[in-house]
């Protein structure tokens, strides 16, 4: 099982990693980081905009809050600086949040209903949040892949990097 300093750890890999590839992102035209790649969510906007969406479904099922108004392929916002600031406040959320997880919650089964297929699960809740953190990095690399089509570095993406 979890902890929350591996939560809180992860929160923070995930936050620099999301600077990093924003930054990376800022070097790419308009037009490039919305062009179809043939991802699964298309471009690098499309997912981006996706990371953020799974993190706000994931942070709302953990806090209780309602799913109103989330799909897997919307749009948070075109622009990439403004998408760039809602991540970045979502993404001390994410931090705070995980600083303050019990592990008696992380240990307890936690039911949702799957936004994508209706079905409803029951897994216990360290599981779902591994599940979050593990999203994150799946699309990021895909990002970072993308990046790489149009010859940006990301730079180096290991969680040993990360600063102090």
């Not at 906007?45 to 919307?74: E, I, K, S, V």
Request: charged share 20%; hydrophobic share 45%; net charge negative.
């Amino acid at each position: 099982m979890i902890d929350s300093a591996y939560c809180v750890l992860m929160a923070r890999y995930n936050q620099w990693m999301n600077r990093k590839l924003y930054a990376a992102c800022a070097q790419l035209t308009e037009a490039q980081r919305k062009e179809d790649r043939g991802a699964f969510f298309g471009s690098i906007q499309g997912t981006l905009n996706h990371l953020l969406y799974g993190d706000t479904a994931w942070m709302r099922r953990f806090t209780q809050r309602p799913l109103d108004g989330l799909h897997a392929r919307m749009e948070f916002h075109p622009d990439l600086e403004a998408l760039r600031a809602m991540r970045d406040i979502f993404d001390y959320e994410i931090i705070d949040w995980a600083a303050k997880l019990q592990a008696e919650w992380l240990a307890a089964d936690f039911t949702y209903t799957s936004i994508v297929d209706g079905s409803t699960r029951t897994r216990p809740a360290w599981q779902l949040v591994v599940h979050m953190f593990n999203h994150q990095t799946h699309h990021r690399g895909q990002v970072a892949t993308l990046l790489s089509q149009f010859g940006v570095d990301a730079g180096v993406t290991d969680l040993p990097a990360m600063p102090g």
